[in-house]
């Protein structure tokens, strides 16, 4: 039986995309560990929509806000995406780029977060969010460059199957 060099390329893209999503999961649960917080997510860019979208998440929301879109031009995930830098805030109800809109839209309003671009030279991929520390302390500069290093890993995965899917996209 002779196999199809496209179906092994699909074939590798699948295995791929599984092997991304539980990258990108394994990820925002490190992190939310790591920083002991509620919640993180990794929320991705679909340029065609211009939107973000939820693509793994650990703690609040982990249920429900997986494939959750909103405009990548809202809150502070699409300020960190529009400017391409890393953001603390420790009281979002002060910041005018806070969408509690948006935030409420998804069932968890956080008091303060950090959150990371997922790079890929100077193209944004994406968005890594922490949000309210279990002790309340506060994120630094610290949080924000070891952050920083969770987003560079979420970014190479997302960067990999992309690659990987138009690669396919080229064969078909």
Same mark, same amino acid.
Do not use: W
């Given at each position: 039986?002779?196999?199809?060099?496209?179906?092994?390329?699909?074939?590798?893209?699948?295995?791929?995309?599984?092997?991304?999503?539980?990258?990108?999961?394994?990820?925002?649960?490190?992190?939310?560990?790591?920083?002991?917080?509620?919640?993180?997510?990794?929320?991705?860019?679909?340029?065609?929509?211009?939107? &973000?979208?939820?693509?793994?998440?650990?703690?609040? *929301?982990?249920?429900?806000?997986? *494939?959750?879109?909103?405009?990548?031009?809202?809150?502070?995930? *699409?300020?960190?995406? $529009?400017?391409?830098?890393?953001?603390?805030?420790?009281?979002?109800?002060?910041?005018?780029?806070f969408a509690r809109d948006v935030a409420e839209g998804t069932g968890y309003v956080p008091k303060a977060l950090i959150a990371a671009p997922l790079l890929r030279g100077e193209d944004v991929l994406g968005v890594l969010s922490v949000?309210?520390?279990?002790?309340?302390?506060?994120?630094?500069?610290?949080?924000?460059?070891?952050?920083? &290093?969770?987003?560079?890993?979420?970014?190479?995965?997302?960067?990999?199957?992309?690659?990987?899917?138009?690669?396919?996209? $080229?064969?078909?």
């Amino acid at each position: 039986m002779t196999m199809n060099p496209n179906d092994a390329v699909t074939a590798g893209v699948m295995a791929g995309e599984e092997a991304h999503k539980e990258l990108l999961e394994s990820i925002v649960t490190v992190a939310r560990a790591f920083f002991d917080a509620k919640a993180a997510s990794i929320t991705l860019l679909d340029a065609e929509s211009g939107e &973000l979208v939820f693509e793994a998440v650990s703690g609040e *929301g982990a249920e429900t806000l997986p *494939g959750t879109r909103f405009p990548a031009d809202q809150g502070v995930a *699409g300020f960190v995406a $529009s400017a391409g830098q890393s953001l603390v805030l420790d009281d979002v109800s002060k910041d005018p780029r806070f969408a509690r809109d948006v935030a409420e839209g998804t069932g968890y309003v956080p008091k303060a977060l950090i959150a990371a671009p997922l790079l890929r030279g100077e193209d944004v991929l994406g968005v890594l969010s922490v949000l309210d520390r279990n002790d309340e302390s506060r994120f630094g500069l610290k949080e924000m460059g070891l952050l920083d &290093l969770f987003a560079h890993q979420a970014a190479c995965a997302v960067s990999v199957v992309q690659a990987a899917r138009d690669a396919r996209g $080229s064969l078909e």
